[in-house]
C-alpha cells in the first residue's frame, strides 16, 4: 500500500534523498522482471540448450553478470537511491518460446528497500540481451519491467498473477 504522497519532494517542492536514519535494519528482498521480446530469426540462432553464443560471448550468461553489476551500481545510476550493500543478487533467465522472461531477486539488510536494485538488475540484464542479439536483428523489443514483489521494511508487496 503507498501512502499516495512522493517522497523525495519536500515541502517547497524541491527534490530530496529519503531520511532513513530512523528506520530499524531489517532483511529486504525484491523480485523485478524484465521481459524480453525476440524475433524468429533470435530464436533460430538459440541451440537445443536454450543457448546463443555471439562473438561477444555467451549471451545468458553475459547477461546475468551484468544484471548483477546493474544491481550492484544502482545509486550511482538512480540520483535518490540510497547506497546499499546487497547481500545476495541472484539473476534467472528462461526462454519461452519468442521470450526471455529475466528476473532479479536482490537481498539486503538495511534501513530501506532494494526495489530498484531488483529493477535495475532485471533492465540491465534486459539491455544486455538487446546489446548481444541486435546484431541479427533490430526488432528486440524489451517489453516490460516491473517489481513482482517485495519483503521487509513497513509493508510486503506480492504482484497477483
Do not use: W
Not at 37 to 66: M, R
Not at 81 to 105: A, G, M, W
Amino acid at each position: 500500500m503507498t501512502s499516495g504522497k512522493l517522497t523525495h519532494i519536500d515541502e517547497d517542492g524541491n527534490p530530496k534523498m529519503v531520511d532513513v536514519s530512523d528506520k530499524r535494519v531489517t532483511k529486504r528482498t525484491a523480485v523485478a522482471q524484465s521481459i524480453v521480446y525476440l524475433p524468429d530469426e533470435v530464436v533460430a540462432a538459440f541451440d537445443q540448450n536454450n543457448e546463443l553464443v555471439t562473438k561477444k560471448g555467451s549471451v545468458t550468461q553475459t547477461s546475468i553478470i551484468a544484471g548483477v553489476m546493474g544491481a550492484k551500481k544502482t545509486s550511482e545510476l538512480i540520483p535518490f537511491c540510497h547506497q546499499l550493500n546487497l547481500t545476495n543478487c541472484k539473476i534467472d533467465i528462461r526462454r519461452d518460446k519468442n521470450e526471455l522472461v529475466i528476473s532479479c531477486t536482490a537481498i539486503c539488510n538495511g534501513q530501506t528497500g532494494v526495489e530498484m536494485e531488483a529493477l535495475t538488475g532485471a533492465s540491465i540484464a534486459a539491455l544486455t540481451v538487446y546489446d548481444m542479439c541486435k546484431a541479427l536483428s533490430h526488432d528486440i523489443v524489451i517489453k516490460e519491467t516491473r517489481l513482482i514483489e517485495k519483503t521487509g521494511g513497513k509493508s510486503d508487496f506480492k504482484r497477483s498473477r
